[in-house]
């Protein structure tokens, strides 16, 4: 598909996608929304990716929603702002189940609906000067479609702050909340991007999206009986997997296993 929001390229084993109007400071509209979940697909039916980047280019990651984009949904009937309201939450939906890894790469501020592309991917890395908000308060709205992802990122406590208040904070805030992982200098930020690349794509492709799983389906649950024998059939699923086979011999014969060679 010939994008018209962002970039995709594809090396080996990592895609990047580039959010590309920095005119616009790539804020979200419907195009955005389908263009993106299309670029998750593309990449997907690629074999050998390993991990995917989420960059963009110019001073912002992503400033919300894109003002045209709120201005035509001002005047849609009750049932036209339903529907158009679950584009969102099933973009953030793709990112976040995508079987692959995805790393934000925040090179500038985020705002609003940007937030949740940040809390919606796993590992998340920020520039020093990099702000956050989620200002939707500020203009009547309220953060509803990203909330899941932001609360689950930064906690309940944080959120019942910067929900309520709209207030900007800086990325060693948020890197204090948990809603981003390292905060670098800007000359830094390929440099660690890169560091996490190399560990994900050192480890098994199939344990990496097995992890991401795991971690959608235990997270929040109590610690039973029922939680313990599904985590117990899942470990050994695995562990009879060619990928866990091949893992333990190179393991035991202190050598690197195919997937990492």
């Not at 099933?90 to 790393?103: D, H, N, Y």
């Not at 971690?215 to 562990?239: K, M, Q, Y």
């Amino acid at each position: 598909m010939e994008f018209t929001t962002l970039e995709l390229t594809i090396d080996d084993a990592v895609a990047r996608i580039w959010l590309n109007r920095p005119e616009m400071r790539n804020a979200i509209d419907e195009v955005f929304i389908r263009e993106l979940c299309v670029a998750f697909a593309e990449i997907e039916a690629v074999p050998g990716v390993r991990a995917v980047v989420l960059g963009a280019r110019g001073p912002s990651l992503c400033a919300g929603a894109n003002l045209n984009w709120m201005r035509r949904a001002a005047e849609f009937t009750p049932e036209q702002n339903l529907q158009d309201a679950a584009g969102l939450p099933r973009m953030l939906r793709t990112l976040s189940e995508s079987r692959l890894p995805v790393i934000a790469r925040i090179q500038g501020d985020v705002y609003a609906g940007g937030v949740g592309l940040v809390a919606a991917a796993d590992v998340a890395i920020a520039v020093e000067g990099a702000h956050f908000c989620l200002s939707e308060v500020k203009i009547g709205l309220i953060p509803a479609t990203i909330s899941p992802y932001v609360i689950r990122a930064m906690g309940a406590r944080a959120a019942q702050r910067y929900f309520l208040t709209g207030e900007r904070f800086p990325a060693d805030e948020a890197r204090r909340m948990g809603l981003v992982h390292e905060v670098v200098t800007a000359d830094a930020l390929d440099l660690k991007v890169d560091e996490v690349l190399k560990n994900i794509v050192a480890a098994g492709p199939s344990a990496v999206g097995e992890c991401k799983q795991l971690l959608r389906d235990v997270t929040g649950r109590p610690i039973d009986s029922a939680l313990s024998d599904e985590t117990v059939r899942r470990i050994a699923a695995i562990r009879a997997s060619d990928e866990g086979q091949e893992g333990l011999r190179a393991f035991l014969e202190k050598r690197k296993p195919v997937w990492a060679a």
